[in-house]
């Protein structure tokens, strides 16, 4: 399979149906057994507010999982992923974050965008899933345990939360909890 060729037009329709002024760009692609690598990937301008860099993302489509669920799906792995600043009002930005490495299993079906098993290890660690209706970008359900090694970034994340409307819970000092129940606003 092309992969290479198939990740490159995922990512170009992707980078389309983002919202302006927001696009998606990377240095090079490289073919690996099964999937894609893409190298330097940059988020610009997501939703407006901010971007998000990876030195790595790689992409491994998932056949059996496609068939069996009647839904793509494909694992993502990444490593050295930066949030930038966040510009949460034309006046205000709070400092970015390093989520660090780490995966998940992507699947998209009638409901939306399903995130598997999220993990990531850096200063923003998290560990769960969640589903994002992708028409309205709303979280309808999630389950995802957030932790925060960034005084500064901490200090502003209930901002974030209201700014993006995100089901975010404080259960401690750097732990969090993104949780919303299937139905539920």
Same mark, same amino acid.
């Given at each position: 399979?092309?992969?290479?060729q198939?990740?490159?037009?995922?990512?170009?329709?992707?980078?389309?149906?983002?919202?302006?002024?927001?696009?998606?760009?990377?240095?090079?692609?490289?073919?690996?057994?099964?999937g894609?690598?893409?190298?330097?990937?940059?988020?610009?301008?997501?939703?407006?507010?901010?971007?998000?860099?990876?030195?790595?993302?790689?992409?491994?489509?998932?056949?059996?999982?496609?068939?069996?669920?009647?839904?793509?799906?494909?694992?993502?792995?990444?490593?050295?992923?930066?949030? /930038?600043? %966040?510009?949460?009002? =034309? !006046?205000?930005?709070?400092?970015?974050?390093?989520?660090?490495?780490? +995966?998940?299993?992507? @699947?998209?079906?009638?409901?939306?965008?399903?995130?598997?098993?999220?993990?990531?290890?850096?200063?923003?660690?998290?560990?769960?899933?969640?589903?994002?209706?992708l028409?309205g970008?709303?979280?309808?359900?999630?389950?995802?345990?957030?932790?925060?090694?960034?005084?500064?970034?901490?200090?502003?994340?209930?901002?974030? /939360?209201? %700014?993006?409307?995100? =089901? !975010?819970?404080?259960?401690?000092?750097?732990?969090?909890?993104?949780? +919303?129940?299937?139905? @539920?606003?």
């Amino acid at each position: 399979m092309p992969w290479k060729q198939v990740g490159e037009a995922v990512l170009l329709s992707a980078s389309a149906r983002l919202p302006e002024p927001a696009f998606i760009a990377y240095s090079t692609a490289e073919r690996v057994a099964g999937g894609v690598v893409f190298n330097n990937l940059e988020i610009r301008n997501l939703m407006g507010m901010t971007d998000v860099f990876f030195n790595a993302v790689t992409i491994m489509p998932n056949a059996v999982s496609s068939l069996l669920g009647m839904a793509p799906t494909c694992r993502v792995a990444f490593t050295g992923a930066v949030i /930038g600043d %966040v510009a949460v009002t =034309p !006046l205000r930005k709070i400092p970015g974050i390093a989520p660090g490495n780490g +995966r998940v299993t992507i @699947s998209l079906n009638r409901q939306g965008m399903f995130l598997e098993g999220l993990r990531s290890d850096g200063e923003l660690s998290t560990s769960g899933s969640l589903l994002v209706d992708l028409s309205g970008m709303k979280i309808l359900w999630a389950d995802v345990a957030v932790n925060i090694r960034s005084e500064a970034f901490e200090e502003n994340l209930s901002l974030v /939360g209201s %700014v993006f409307a995100l =089901p !975010l819970h404080r259960e401690a000092p750097g732990r969090w909890y993104l949780r +919303r129940a299937h139905g @539920s606003e």
